[in-house]
């Protein structure tokens, strides 16, 4: 079973430490052991004991400062390869890191746990590439060293053949060679040539016959099995003499132990075979270019690469290859001027004219004699990390955006409820007193003009919620009939001001109680209704019910609402339903609101699962008719919940002390005079802020405290929090009621979460 990877993070930074290590087991699929120290000191010491495969340094240690940990990976990065992290993206920095050694340059908090596992595997196996290569490079430099060593001082051992007696003499350095005793200097043909391998047997006997009988001169290689059952390689080397009178014929010749010469052959065909191996198998671009740019060897992923054939790649000059012309000489000069390219980021391009973001590494190549010939290097393709990192930046701006947009409503919210409250209230007290009718219709437009503005308020943060995904529906069970006649009921004054009939036919076959959200239905026919009666200056505004489908469990009902008004252009039906779409006042006449109504009120019906559709003439009116599925049997949860608390209102509380903690005047004024229309016998005190709350509650006992979240000094939610907490007042001895302006679930929360019993929001 493989040993886990050893890889040893050096990081001061908790946060940091932890958030490798939930990367690492996010995404490192490989069984790995993470090591981790705080100081470069300690870590040298792992180095030495540990020795592990990779390793993650921080550059601001506390125990050194940068350009000594960089010089540290200078001194070890031969034997461990070195990602280095950073907080800081600076140029120059992560170049010098990069000359120095590392393997690769991170930013923290801006890689992923796929990049890590990525970075990890490269670094690893490039730093095992380099060394092996280098291995090799040395391995084959020292061979060559001692084959020339060998060769010049070499003993050569000498032999000559005695024809008349097929016997051979050998001399002292050849019986070395052949580890042979002094007895045996005399030996025939057919013995040396028993210590030869079988297939080379008959091969020598052949040769020293040709050369007693034909004066050749041969030179060949011969393998043995000495006598020890050691296995040499030698060389035969035989120069003939025809014979003269005086010494006749002579065979002589010279023998050499060249089993080291073999086994070096052996080792460059088997470093050349690995090195191509690795040329062919490898997932970047590996290449070869002359000085004037025309490719001399490149590897299949560099095929892969381009787009191109290898035959088209011969032919073509690398200059085609760079998406702006001008970064060649680019790259080119600063090649010249640091002699490598670590890790140069650059925009390539395929043949069909795609780019590539690459990062290429590259030096120059030179002949054995030391001449330079041209370029050579390795090309990675980051297109895909770089699309990572642009989707990556995009999301954060997105929910960034989306972070501001939720704050800056939660504002408008509560800047525009708080005077609306005011208003609200205002025209709701001054409508119960004796007024004439002149006044009173003043006040009515007040009162109009204030439910626009918050019409608009919660038509933008509905929009907002259901963008967002944030809206919810609940199934409560409730009558049809009962919902709509009581809806009518609150438009037949706007109705009957511009002098409107408001009419409703109701299918009696549809259900007494169905389950859904009533609320929510409510929206959608009140947009619908406001929309007729705000385009309709005669005649009519009808709304119609009736029953599509009657099932066992659930009932489709179809409410259309019709009106005699001025009616669509065939050109904007199909863009009325769409976000802040308007008919625009060529056609309407009248100032319009955000055309975010018929929007919302599409999105209601369709998340619910029902369908709206629209039908219109100009000058005759519109039918607008939304379609929906409702249950008939309620959840247990929704029927729990179902009940009408519209009239606990009106129970006589008796004498009550109630505190309103809120910095607005008016507000106070508008808050109590409410409460008093309702209750006679109450008791009423302010508080300007929280504080002072605080204080009137050490003070005195009351009942009941109205609290604004939003107050200077200390908020609501600080108040009840001190209230819960420190002075230990439980929520049943003393219910604090919530008044907030801000519209958010968050909101509602914070609410409860500070020790609130309930909220209202403004106005009401």
């Known amino acids: 079973m493989a040993q886990p990877l050893k890889i040893l ?148 051992g000498n032999w000559e053949l005695l024809p008349d007696n097929n016997t051979i003499e050998w001399s002292q350095e050849a019986r070395v060679i052949l580890e042979t005793d002094d007895s045996n200097a005399l030996t025939t043909v057919e013995w040396f040539s028993s210590l030869l391998h079988e297939d080379d047997q008959k091969k020598a006997l052949d040769i020293f016959r040709q050369a007693v009988e034909e004066n050749r001169d041969f030179n060949m290689d011969f393998k043995a099995t000495l006598p020890g059952k050691k296995t040499k390689y030698l060389n035969l080397r035989v120069r003939s003499t025809p014979a003269d009178n005086e010494s006749g014929k002579k065979i002589r010749g010279t023998i050499q132990d060249i089993t080291a010469r073999k086994q070096m052959e052996a080792a460059l065909k088997s470093s050349e075979e690995r090195y191509h191996r690795l040329f062919e198998e490898s997932a970047d671009a590996i290449w070869i270019t002359s000085e004037d740019g025309k490719f001399v060897d490149f590897n299949p992923a560099t095929v892969e690469l381009f787009g191109y054939t290898r035959e088209e790649l011969k032919e073509l000059n690398v200059e085609k290859l760079y998406y702006n012309p001008y970064d060649r000489e680019r790259a080119r000069k600063l090649l010249r001027e640091r002699g490598t390219l670590r890790d140069y980021e650059i925009i390539l391009k395929k ?6 973001d690459c990062i290429v590494n590259a030096s120059f190549w030179r002949s054995n004699d030391g001449r330079q010939r041209g370029f050579q290097g390795i090309i990675r393709d980051i297109t895909e990390k770089k699309r990572n990192e642009e989707l990556l930046r995009n999301k954060e701006i997105a929910e960034r955006s989306s972070r501001l947009k939720q704050r800056f409503l939660a ?115 009140f947009n619908l209704l406001s929309n007729a009666i705000k385009f309709t200056d005669k005649g009519y505004v009808k709304v119609k019910a009736r029953l599509i489908e009657d099932g066992r469990n659930a009932a489709v009902v179809s409410i259309a609402v019709e009106d005699t008004g001025i009616g669509i252009p065939e050109n904007k039906s199909g863009t009325i339903f769409r976000s802040f779409t308007q008919l625009g006042k060529d056609v309407t006449k009248t100032a319009e609101g955000t055309g975010l109504g018929l929007a919302i009120t599409k999105q209601l019906v369709e998340l619910q699962g029902g369908s709206i559709s629209v039908k219109s003439k100009v000058g005759e009116g519109s ?36 505190l309103i903690a809120e910095d607005k005047k008016l507000n106070q004024l508008v808050t109590s005079e409410m409460l008093k229309s309702w209750w006679k016998n109450i008791e009423i005190e302010f508080a300007d802020d929280g504080r002072a709350a605080i204080g009137k509650l050490k003070e005195k006992k009351f009942d009941l405290v109205l609290m604004d979240v939003q107050m200077p000094v200390m908020d609501g939610y600080e108040a009840t929090r001190m209230i819960r907490e420190e002075m230990k007042i439980p929520h049943t001895e003393l219910p604090i009621l919530g008044i907030t302006a801000y519209n958010t679930d968050t909101e509602t929360r914070q609410c409860l979460e500070a020790g609130m019993n309930d909220f209202l929001m403004k106005p009401f």
């Open 9 to 156: 993070l050096i990081d001061d930074n908790d946060i940091d430490v932890k958030v490798v290590q939930k990367l690492l087991e996010k995404g490192y699929e490989e069984p790995y052991r993470l090591i981790s120290c705080s100081t470069l000191e300690e870590g040298k010491r792992i180095l030495e004991n540990e020795s592990p495969e990779i390793v993650l340094l921080d550059l601001h240690l506390p125990d050194s400062s940068i350009d000594q940990t960089i010089d540290f990976v200078a001194r070890h990065e031969e034997n461990f390869p070195f990602v280095i992290l950073s907080s800081i993206h600076e140029r120059q920095q992560r170049i010098r890191a990069i000359q120095k050694g590392a393997q690769d340059y991170l930013i923290k908090n801006d890689f992923d746990a796929p990049l890590l596992a990525r970075v990890l595997n490269y670094s690893i196996e490039r730093h095992r590439l380099h060394k092996e290569l280098h291995a090799y490079a040395k391995e084959l430099k020292e061979k060559e060293q001692r084959l020339t060593e060998a060769q010049a001082i070499a003993q050569i």
């Open 351 to 356: 043949k069909d004219g795609s780019k590539i």
């Open 411 to 525: 504002n408008m919210s509560h800047e525009i409820r708080t005077p609306i409250t005011s208003i609200a209230g205002l025209t709701h007290l001054i409508l119960k007193t004796e007024l004439t009718p002149q006044q009173r219709a003043y006040v009515e437009g007040i009162k109009t003009s204030a439910d626009h503005l918050l019409a608009l308020v919660n038509d933008i943060l509905d929009f907002s919620k259901i963008e967002e995904g944030k809206i919810k529906f609940h199934s409560i069970e409730f009558s049809p009939e009962e919902h709509i006649v009581q809806l009518m009921k609150t438009m037949e004054f706007t109705a009957q001001n511009k002098g409107l009939e408001l009419l409703l036919e109701y299918d009696p076959a549809i259900p007494k109680k169905i389950v859904g959200d009533p609320v929510r239905l409510n929206q959608i026919l």
């Open 623 to 658: 039918v607008f008719e939304v379609v929906m599925m409702f249950k008939k049997e309620p959840e247990p949860a929704a029927e729990a919940a179902s009940g009408d608390a519209a009239e606990i209102g009106k129970v006589d509380i008796g004498y009550k002390k109630i």
